[in-house]
């Protein structure tokens, strides 16, 4: 994986000139067995990608029953009803904010492997 990166970051750059027509397939790249567990645990982390991205579309918020709730504070009713409506998105928030912290795990093992020596 690193490989790449070597290419690019020679140290003597005055002497050194890419190749003109180097093509790189992303698409359908392959990983070679030592990067396979990393390319495993990346994809089980992306693979939620799209659940994830859908709820953040979909997040409308609790502002309504929030302001009535505090408009009305002696009204249990609205409590209730802005508890209700709060509690979900909470637990959303905490799973965006987890998934996240995966995210994050994930780009700097793949940092750490393509800016290492190969």
Do not use: H
């Not at 290419?7 to 750059?13: C, G, P, Q, V």
């Not at 180097?22 to 799209?50: C, I, M």
């Not at 309504?64 to 009803?81: F, G, L, Y």
Request: proline content about 5%.
């Amino acid at each position: 994986m690193g490989n790449l990166l070597q290419l690019l970051r020679k140290e003597d750059t005055n002497n050194f000139k890419l190749p003109d027509n180097v093509f790189l397939d992303f698409e359908n790249a392959l990983p070679v067995p030592a990067d396979q567990e990393l390319y495993e645990s990346v994809d089980k982390v992306l693979a939620k990608r799209t659940e994830i991205l859908d709820g953040l579309r979909a997040y409308i918020g609790a502002t309504e029953p929030i302001r009535e709730a505090i408009k009305n504070n002696d009204c249990e009713k609205s409590q209730v009803t802005a508890w209700k409506a709060v509690c979900p998105l909470v637990s959303a928030l905490n799973t965006y904010y987890q998934y996240s912290i995966e995210l994050d795990k994930q780009v700097v093992e793949l940092l750490t492997v393509l800016c290492s020596d190969p």
